[in-house]
């Protein structure tokens, strides 16, 4: 196609969908919705082919909106923790002898995102891992967030909100770091000012809508969500780097620029990992490895005794909420008595 002609046909097809667009909010569409997707991903093609965007372009279009407040959504899935280890040894003696795949463990909040007919229709927070928040309004100003792909179905995408650490330069000076800036960014009300806030959204699994026959392994799927064209986390395979320690030294040094603080290792087949079940708490086919101590900011305020049957008192702290791993904690078992006395708790 010469350059004259693609640049035609790109304000054609913009021309086309915004008048159908118009027509389809009026209540008086003419073509089908699978017609507009493929005027709109075709455009889309060309726009990158050739480097042409106009502004009235519906890819560049973005609806703002303010709600009054975030509303609770009951996930269609568990979106639950994993195990975690400082231990290599326990790492290897995790994968053992099976297929397995090593990914960034991205600094940020867990999110998901539920398509319906290659339309997105609902973004959630992971919350307490059953119940998270509504955030649809945000991450439709999201530029990682695909707004439409090419599927028909429910499918089903998880990932984390971040903000990448050249991003967060810009606003460190008035926020701690980058995990709970974007934490904080994603649930703001106003969506106009979400946009800008520099978010980005990587994901790292798709939980419904693969092809069963093909997708048979993780990274299956995420080369399907890269055809889709999701941003995805970086990743390592066994047959690909080799043994765990070239895992971590190979992702170490494709970090991309994302906010992390260690490493996940999952059995790679879809099947196994499905079959290792779940506790309460966090799912049996994974583990995360982390690079140091996790360390977290808060002000004790209470120390409860519980006794139990054996007779032992049991020392649980009370404190200042604070959020580690998507979850708000405000308790946790004491071990130590040096921690308390040392406690500020006026």
């Known amino acids: 196609m010469e350059k004259i002609d693609a640049y035609a046909r790109i304000n054609y097809l913009v021309n086309e969908l915004n008048k159908h667009t118009e027509l389809y909010d009026s209540g008086n569409p003419i073509i089908s919705d699978k017609e ?7 455009l889309i093609t060309l726009e990158r082919e050739w480097g042409y965007v106009i502004p009235d372009s519906p890819t560049q279009k973005v609806n703002y909106t303010v709600v009054n407040e975030l509303q609770k959504v ?24 099976k297929d397995w795949i090593a990914m960034l463990k991205l600094d940020g909040l867990t999110c998901s995102l539920l398509y319906e007919d290659g339309r997105l229709v609902r973004a959630e927070t992971r919350g307490d891992g059953e119940i998270g928040e509504d955030i649809t309004h945000n991450a439709m100003v999201i530029p990682s967030i695909p707004k439409r792909i090419k599927y028909t179905g429910r499918l089903v995408v998880d990932g984390e909100i971040i903000c990448k650490l050249d991003d967060f330069e810009e606003f460190s000076g008035e926020y701690k770091n980058a995990r709970n800036f974007a934490s904080g960014s994603i649930r703001l009300l106003d969506s106009n000012e979400c946009a800008k806030r520099k978010l980005t959204f990587v994901a ?33 395979i066994t047959k690909i780097v080799g043994g765990v320690e070239e895992s971590i030294e190979w992702l170490k040094n494709h970090t991309n620029n994302y906010p992390i603080d260690g490493l996940v290792f999952k059995w790679n087949k879809c099947v196994e990992y499905e079959a290792a079940g779940r506790t309460e708490h966090h799912f049996r086919g994974g583990m995360a ?26 020392p649980t702290a009370i404190f200042k909420t604070v959020q580690i791993d998507g979850c708000d904690i405000s308790r946790a078992s004491l071990q130590s008595m040096r921690m308390v006395r040392r406690s500020d708790m006026s």
């Open 36 to 42: 507009w997707d493929d005027m709109y991903f075709e």
């Open 204 to 236: 790292w699994d798709c939980i419904e809508g693969y092809d069963t026959e093909y997708e048979k392994s993780l990274n299956r799927k995420l080369a399907r969500l890269l055809d889709y064209n999701f941003e995805i986390v970086p990743f390592a």
């Open 74 to 97: 009951k996930h269609n899935h568990p979106m639950l923790s994993l195990d975690k280890t400082k231990d290599i040894e326990e790492i290897k003696s995790f994968v053992g002898n």
């Open 289 to 314: 490895f982390k690079f140091y101590n996790e360390l977290y900011e808060t002000k004790l305020t209470d120390v409860e005794w519980t006794l139990g049957k054996t007779g032992v008192l049991t």
